[in-house]
T-cell receptor, first 114, second 114 residues
Framework: GAGVSQSPRYKVAKRGQDVALRCDPI?????LFWYQQALGQGPEFLTY????????KSGLPSDRFFAERPEGSVSTLKIQRTQQEDSAVYLC????????????FGPGTRLTVL | QQQVKQSPQSLIVQKGGISIINCAYE??????FPWYQQFPGKGPALLIAIRPDVSEKKEGRFTISFNKSAKQFSLHIMDSQPGDSATYFC?????????????FGKGTLLTVNP
């Protein structure tokens, strides 16, 4: 079946613009994660959803970052008033169950803020 | 606070050689230790994983060695091939936590020369 998909794959924004990044998890997967991967670094946790409930948003770097998953499937990560330090690859991952070990990652969205 | 430390940052190995990547962790609550492989432009993909109740796990050419007392684990790639050239991330998770997030190391760029 299809894996995790993300769109757009690349996004260039001017500083101060708002952006929205989309994640389509594997169908039926309960858990959904967002990670931020800076250049040359490992992914860092941003937020976690179980179905439509956002159970942990402790990794969101500021209140400019907002994520939602209103129907428990597709998720959107929104960044308001983008800053240059927001430039990174944003990865989405899903897993079948909350306790499931394997997280399946999408290809990511590379965000460049000019 | 870097909870998972990974070394080396980069590694060059000849075809047929053994690649060894090391990780150390601090949080004794971690109980699941996966290794992810990432190719350029792709999301991380699970390679192999281990739980602390075993000291070694082997899958094909890939082996994880785990030392619970030292809080260290390593990935060994036997008979390394040019197709193994990628970035490798170790990670850890506390399954008793509330969000099942993965904590990643900073990654190792492996180059296997033909």
């Amino acid at each position: 079946g299809a894996g995790v998909s993300q769109s757009p794959r690349y996004k260039v924004a001017k500083r101060g613009q708002d952006v929205a990044l989309r994640c389509d998890p594997i169908s039926g997967h309960v858990s959904l994660f967002w990670y931020q991967q800076a250049l040359g670094q490992g992914p860092e946790f941003l937020t976690y959803f179980q179905n439509e409930a956002q159970l942990d948003k402790s990794g969101l770097p500021s209140d400019r970052f907002f994520a939602e998953r209103p129907e428990g499937s597709v998720s959107t990560l929104k960044i308001q008033r983008t800053q240059q330090e927001d430039s990174a690859v944003y990865l989405c991952a899903s897993s079948l169950y909350r306790e499931d070990n394997e997280q399946f990652f999408g290809p990511g969205t590379r965000l460049t803020v000019l | 606070q870097q909870q998972v430390k990974q070394s080396p940052q980069s590694l060059i190995v000849q075809k047929g050689g053994i690649s060894i990547i090391n990780c150390a962790y601090e949080n004794t609550a971690f109980d699941y230790f996966p290794w992810y492989q990432q190719f350029p432009g792709k999301g991380p993909a699970l390679l192999i994983a281990i739980r602390p109740d075993v000291s070694e796990k082997k899958e094909g050419r890939f082996t994880i060695s785990f030392n619970k007392s030292a809080k260290q684990f390593s990935l060994h790639i036997m008979d390394s091939q040019p197709g193994d050239s990628a970035t490798y991330f170790c990670a850890a998770r506390n399954s008793g936590g509330s969000n099942y997030k993965l904590t990643f190391g900073k990654g190792t760029l492996l180059t296997v020369n033909p």
